[in-house]
């Protein structure tokens, strides 16, 4: 159910005035209440053009990750029927994982910030207060265990894609759950299961990408904002309503090609994206840690690596370092 703040937004039309007084007859509310709505909105990032005897225009999205934006996004996806938006969490994987027996559809979680935001092996990911996107995906396939290898190359396609469309940057993809931009990571991700029987319950895929150039990511090695890599090509405005509407469509549309197809329908253009083949890097396995290079990637989604004595590994879960 939308509120008074997402109604008007949906009216405002980038093409065209639309008077106060049309927008308050459709909506059945008084002009003074679509007034206000309009101050929220800029106070949320919009900005719109009032003109006397014209009206409302909107002349540009909002720049800020909010909750109006979000519920509004949601209201259009034919995939998650819920958004539970935090200002501050600890982390949002862990506010997923408190909903989850509750909510029986698909659920995104989002928040403006985290304090104990986590990565990949327990690691720290720093999330300062507007500054990234943290967001929690919560799916409920029917399927086995297995299939969860096969989760992360259709996820991380999507976020490439999502990323490309919407900044018009060039991503690539470092095996397993990093996007990187210009060879520095922008993005990471994180997949969590619950299962019972050999069988997933739900995925908890939890997203995080930098945004904005702030300390953290200026401190951390090897790592990019969207900011910082706009700036190269001198754009500066993070449209966030575009990012999120094509963050959520290329979710559905490749979480429903991992749901109906074979690694094998996307394995050429997953390759095209990836940044790890031929490169000599470090890779540590739970238990054992060597140089190697990947050279290619099974049709069950085993990356094959060939270690400095020419020895053949295929490993499904490793962290590997340029
Ligand atoms: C990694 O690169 O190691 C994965 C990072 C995943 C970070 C995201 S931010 C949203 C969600 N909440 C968390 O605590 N972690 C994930």
């Known amino acids: 159910m939308l509120n008074l703040d997402q109604k008007v937004l949906k009216l405002l039309n ?5 008077s106060g007084q049309k927008m308050a007859d459709q909506l059945g509310v ?13 106070r949320d990032g919009y900005k719109v053009e009032s003109v006397t005897n014209k009206g409302y225009m909107l002349t540009r999205s ?14 259009q996806s034919d995939l998650f029927t819920d958004i539970i938006y935090r200002e501050s969490v600890d982390s949002t994987q862990k506010v997923a994982f408190q909903y989850i027996s509750e909510k029986q559809q698909p659920f995104i979680v989002v928040s403006n910030e985290q304090t104990g935001g986590r990565g990949r092996f327990n690691r720290e990911w720093l999330s300062p207060k507007s500054s990234g996107l943290y967001m929690s995906a919560v799916l409920k ?23 490309e469309k919407s900044f018009n940057l060039q991503t690539g993809i470092k095996w397993p759950n990093d ?18 029987n050999n069988m997933i319950q739900s995925i908890i895929c939890g997203i995080g990408i930098n945004l904005y150039e702030t300390q953290s990511v200026k401190e951390i090695n090897n ?20 990012f999120l509407n094509h963050l959520v469509k290329e979710i559905e549309h490749y979480y429903e090609l991992f749901l109906s197809t074979p690694f094998s329908t996307i394995k050429d253009d997953w390759v ?5 083949f031929g490169r000599g890097m470090r890779i540590s396995e739970m238990n054992r840690s060597y140089m190697g290079k990947p050279v290619d990637i099974t049709d069950d989604g085993f990356l094959v690596v060939t270690d400095e004595a020419g020895e053949i590994h295929k490993i499904i879960s490793a962290d590997i370092e340029f």
């Open 30 to 42: 008084s002009r003074t209440a679509v007034w206000k709505s309009i101050q929220n909105l800029k």
């Open 272 to 276: 095209s994206k990836s940044i790890i």
């Open 141 to 163: 396939p029917d399927i086995e265990l297995n299939e969860i290898i096969k989760f992360n190359l259709f996820i991380s396609l999507a976020i490439a894609r999502a990323i």
């Open 223 to 242: 790592a990019t904002s969207i900011e910082s890599e706009l700036r190269k090509n001198d754009r500066m405005v993070i449209e966030m309503e575009l």
């Open 179 to 196: 996007i990187y931009i210009n060879d520095k990571k922008v993005c990471g991700f994180l997949t969590e299961v619950l299962s019972e």
């Open 14 to 18: 980038k093409e065209q005035f639309l």
């Open 62 to 75: 909002s720049d800020k990750l909010t909750e109006t934006l979000l519920s509004s996004m949601i209201s």
